[in-house]
């Protein structure tokens, strides 16, 4: 499954057994590509040119174009030229022998797929002479679009920069280095058409330039392959989700005899073909124009005091505001659903870090809980100077902005700056994390007290930069609104402007956030319970990735069993048997001594995996309805006072002078309700425990 949740899909049946593909030369491209085909296993969804433009706003522009006096006869020169296929061979006949396609065509002397692509190269560059000879001509020269992109052959070499070797690519022109960052499109041929099912091998390339593009391209909304395929041009489209097959048409005939209507059909496909290969990229492709080489971008407000986005424009290093693009932050890039871009890079004179973000529509946009927090004014959470909204429904994607404070290194980066070696680290560490240990608890105590979970405790997601540590990437939290049903939450006037600020529905995207709470987080820090399925998630579930992040940041990198990964639920067994063994788990976590750290990780060790006296692992795996007890006496040796203070506000039926082996009292189920995780998590109790027990 995707990250957001939904099935991963996508390529047409296989006709192709392993035994019948040609081998590829290199295993990495191999290996990247059969990934790549496991996750396209749906087919693309089947649509016209005229309907994939009205999508992107563009079929006015089109209509024009194909309907206009001024083209009526555009390109009839170039397909009374064109050839014809016969079997696997193109062929022209003595009635185009006079025409220069067709001259030039014969002069190539090649076969094949290699003379199919001589052919198309021949053809752009016919179809650019006779447009740019007809608006000289023309009184409305302007309806004829003219060529804006470099046409480039590399069938026999790689596009610099990257390892594939498309058939062609089509660069912007203006850019001084012809690179992979310079690709517009890329063109793929075979002489052996294929309207139905495309073999893997062929598939994989082309699913190979597509996650090409939006790997290195950043500001793309799409990524566009052309598919030369016998007397076919295809036009793939892949969005963050969906993926679209257009048949542009046939640009070259079945016979030596091409009728009328065939040659006015070719003609058509050719006006198709002009049309997109014409159109600038902020149109076709990305959110801003990307023609010339900048790699500074600048967002622009409707005014000063208005948050909304008027645009996004490349520009130069001198621009007010302007954001580099030149350090990007190394992140894996998923060919499908979820993505998000990092750059490290300088706003208004601060270290900050530029991110663009895709997500579902129907998901929680980040921004929006950057704002709830800063509406609590939740300490720990990096500063915002500006966010928003650059798409908002692009396929059933949203594509935000967001530009934040820089806040540092990984806590397990910095931890590593104070190792010796694999088994020793220098005591100052331990003296350090034990304070970002009480900072970080006391962010998501007060970030769940107004409403936000975290829910992707990571290394990657705990920064440290001059003393401080701080919580990032709350791209994966959700929201809990305050209500009857949850004393603790967001405030619902809070949400409703959230909602509308960053344009989704709060009842549905809130509802929808919940049903990802088994699916949502790292892997290596998830709880015990969400890595075992348990589909009921809240802040203990976050303490508890954060101890793993804190073990695994001093852990020796060569004897951390506790952080071997087999599945989620062997993972989830293996932790229950480790936090079992009292007196050695931090040795099977490969960790050894913690010096002055040690008493806070026996405190967070048994506040989140002992009851009294009693270890409840198994219960955690075992029990859907169990809940973890919030005990303030233990919860004061790793959190800050104000954090603690707040779990005792509500969490009333807890004794303060409880210790770990104190009794619990029955709940009375307000408390619990004030701490649970959402409205479906309500407090319940226990049958035959003869208590019920408050979910923090």
């Known amino acids: 499954s995707g990250a957001d949740g939904s099935a991963v899909g996508s390529t047409p049946a296989r006709k192709q057994g392993r035994e019948d593909i040609a081998p590829v030369e290199d295993v990495v491209q191999r290996d990247r590509r059969d990934r790549l085909l496991r ?23 089109y209509d024009t174009f194909v309907s206009s006096a001024t083209t009526m006869k555009l390109f009839e020169g170039v397909a009374q030229a064109a050839p014809f296929l016969d079997g696997a061979k193109l062929k022209i006949t003595k009635r185009q022998i006079g025409k220069e396609t067709a001259q030039s065509f014969v002069a190539s002397k090649k076969s094949g797929e290699a003379a199919l692509m001589a052919y198309f190269f021949v053809l752009c560059e016919e179809m650019a002479a006779e447009a740019r000879a007809a608006r000289e001509k023309s009184s409305s020269p302007a309806d004829i679009p003219q060529e804006i992109y470099d046409l480039a052959d590399h069938q026999g070499s790689a596009v610099p920069g990257s390892p594939h070797k498309p058939d062609g690519v089509l660069y912007y022109s203006k ?68 993926w679209f097959r257009i048949e542009l048409g046939e640009f070259c005939y079945a016979s030596a005899s091409p009728s009328g209507p065939a040659m006015d059909s070719v003609r058509r496909t050719l006006l198709r073909l002009w049309f997109i290969m014409t159109l600038p990229a902020d149109k076709f492709g990305h959110f801003c124009d990307v023609d010339t080489d900048s790699q500074y971008i600048r967002f622009n407000h409707a005014d000063d005091d208005d948050r909304a986005l008027k645009d996004a424009i ?49 998901r929680l946009p980040e921004g929006a809980v950057y704002d709830i927090l800063r509406e609590g004014n939740v300490q720990g959470v990096p500063d915002i100077y500006d966010s928003g909204l650059l798409l908002t429904d692009f396929f059933g994607y949203r594509l935000e902005y967001i530009i934040l404070e820089h806040c540092g290194e990984s806590i397990g980066s910095y931890v590593n700056g104070y190792r010796k070696d694999d088994k020793t680290i220098d005591p100052g560490a331990h003296l350090e994390v034990k304070q970002f240990i009480h900072q970080i608890t006391s962010c998501l105590v007060q970030a769940r007290v107004h409403g936000i979970l975290h829910r992707d405790i990571s290394d990657g997601n705990i920064a440290v930069r001059d003393g401080k540590a701080k919580v990032i990437d709350w791209g994966y939290a959700k929201v809990i609104v305050a209500g009857a049903e949850n004393i603790l ?25 919940n049903t990802f709470d088994p699916l949502t987080g790292t892997v290596y820090f998830m709880s015990v319970p969400v890595l075992f399925g348990m589909k009921r998630r809240g802040l203990f579930d976050d303490i508890e990735s954060l101890f793993y992040v804190v073990l695994r940041a001093f852990a020796d990198p060569k004897e951390c069993f506790g952080f071997n990964l087999y599945t989620n639920e062997t993972l989830a067994l293996t932790r229950v048997g480790i936090l079992g063994c009292d007196g050695s788990y931090l040795k099977h976590f490969g960790v050894g001594g913690l010096g002055s750290l040690e008493p806070t990780i026996e405190a967070m060790f048994r506040y989140l995996f002992y009851s009294g006296d009693s270890y409840i692992g198994h219960k955690l795996i075992s029990d859907e309805r169990y809940e973890r007890l919030s005990d303030p006496v233990l919860a004061a040796r790793f959190m800050d006072k104000e954090a603690v203070d707040s779990l005792r506000r509500f969490l009333p039926d807890t004794p303060a002078e409880a210790g770990p082996s104190a009794k619990r009292k029955r709940n009375t189920g307000t408390a619990g309700s004030a701490a649970g995780t959402d409205a479906t998590d309500r407090p319940k109790r226990a049958r035959g425990r003869g208590r019920g027990r408050g979910r923090t």
């Open 489 to 513: 939450g967001v405030d619902p006037t809070v949400a409703n402007n959230v909602s509308q600020k960053w344009t989704f529905n709060k009842d549905d995207v809130f509802n929808n956030e």
């Open 175 to 242: 850019h001084a280095v012809k690179d992979i960052h310079a690709v517009h499109m890329c063109v793929e041929a075979k002489i052996t058409p294929t309207p139905d099912a495309i073999p893997d091998l062929t598939m994989g390339q082309i699913l190979d330039y597509m996650n090409a593009l939006w790997v290195n391209q950043p500001t793309r909304t799409f990524a566009p392959v052309l598919y030369v395929h016998g007397r076919m041009l295809t036009l793939f489209v892949f969005t963050r989700r969906p």
């Open 39 to 61: 996750q396209f296993t749906d087919k693309p969804e089947a649509l016209s040119l005229d309907s994939f433009l009205s999508s992107i706003e563009l079929f006015d522009a």
């Open 314 to 362: 490349m520009t130069t290093p001198n621009s007010p505001n302007a954001l580099s693009l030149k350090s990007r932050i190394q992140r894996t890039v998923n060919p499908r659903s979820r993505l998000a871009y990092l750059f490290d890079t300088m706003y208004m004179g601060n270290k900050a870090v530029l991110k663009l973000s895709w997500t579902p529509k129907n």
